[in-house]
């Protein structure tokens, strides 16, 4: 895995990807690098604007490209159901869940789920689901989830998972990236058929870390947060590479976590060890049966 690059990718023709939050950040770049390599992709954005401005910018720099946009807002699954049908059974080889929001003021989603755990985990779970039939359509699907370092920090709390009681910010957002590992790994056990996989980016420079002290009125904190990423970061390019390589990589395994060494890239995504919570399997069986009953989404194969 040594020095791998986003040039390392193998060539992706016929294949079919779709990147959800691809409008900015990693998502984008993540999209900009399945389009150069030959996959056919989507980029699943809430805003018509913003994705619409991604997809002029990938086509500007790749005019052979096969990019196209679709809508899907996490934060409401009447639209992640539209999103689904829209697509149908046609065989999807990659799906990246990326989109996420982070450490914000308490807000609900259209269905009444706390924002971040119901935009990071419950709206990639019930896509995930929704779109099962064309993952196992294709030969050798993936689905990439996107987590985070700060996954260590998380913990479930089934008894307040909405945050109805007491909300923190951060701890929210820890846990609903410990609930992205859960479910990346329970995918790969349950579902056979696709490779399931999570990455982490490590620091990267996005609109990630302003947005919830902007959205909180906290005019310090999103000064500290981008002199941060001015001086500190790495790009939203180098933090797209863990979720490149889980997509795309041959030697990449179902089950494991992508990420930098440290929270830079130094040449190389590597297998990174995942917080002792990720892996109790009784957790993620919990978290499963309640994503199902909150979301009206089953997972439905053919075996089931
Ligand atoms: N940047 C980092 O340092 C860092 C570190 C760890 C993990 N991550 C993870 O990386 C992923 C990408 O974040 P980023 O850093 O590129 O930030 P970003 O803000 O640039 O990208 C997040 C994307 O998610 C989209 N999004 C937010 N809510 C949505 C919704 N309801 N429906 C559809 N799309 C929605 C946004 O429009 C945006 O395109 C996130 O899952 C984040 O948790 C980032």
């Known amino acids: ?13 016929e294949r079919r990807a779709i990147v959800t939050g691809a409008n900015s950040g990693i998502g984008y770049h993540t999209a900009l690098e399945l389009a150069r390599h030959g996959a056919a992709v989507v980029l699943a954005c809430r805003s018509a604007e913003r994705g619409g401005a991604a997809l002029e910018r990938i086509r500007a720099e790749l005019p052979d490209a096969d990019v196209t946009l679709a809508a899907l807002d996490l934060a409401d699954l009447a639209s992640v159901r539209d999103f689904a049908a829209g697509h149908g059974a046609r065989p999807l080889d990659v799906l990246v869940n990326n989109a996420g929001v982070m450490a914000i003021p308490r807000r609900a989603t259209a269905d009444g789920f706390e924002m971040q755990f119901g935009t990071n985990h419950l709206g990639h779970f019930a896509l995930t689901g929704l779109l099962l039939p064309a993952l196992l359509a294709a030969p050798a699907a993936r689905v990439v989830t996107v987590t985070s370092a700060l996954a260590w920090a998380g913990r479930m709390n089934f ?24 479910f990346a790994k329970e995918l790969d056990r349950r579902i056979a058929g696709l490779t399931s996989l999570a990455a ?26 981008t002199m941060a990423n001015r001086l500190v970061a790495q790009s939203d390019a180098a933090g797209a590479l863990p979720s490149l390589y889980a997509a795309t990589a041959p030697d990449a395994r179902g ?31 919990r978290l499963w049966e309640a994503s199902e009953r909150l979301t009206g989404v089953t997972y439905e194969t053919p075996a089931t």
């Open 1 to 13: 895995m040594g020095g791998w690059r986003a040039a390392d990718i193998p060539d992706l023709t």
């Open 200 to 225: 982490h980016p490590g620091y990267a420079a996005t609109n990630l870390q302003t947005a919830g002290p902007r959205m909180a009125g906290d005019r310090l904190g999103e000064r500290i947060m």
């Open 159 to 182: 008894d307040d998972l909405n945050g109805e009681r007491r909300y923190r910010r951060w701890q929210a957002y820890g846990q609903s990236k410990l609930a992205n590992l859960l």
């Open 255 to 285: 089950g494991a976590c992508y990420g930098p060494r440290g929270f830079q890239q130094r040449g190389l995504p590597t297998r990174v060890r995942t917080p002792p919570a990720a892996g109790d399997r009784e957790t993620a069986r």
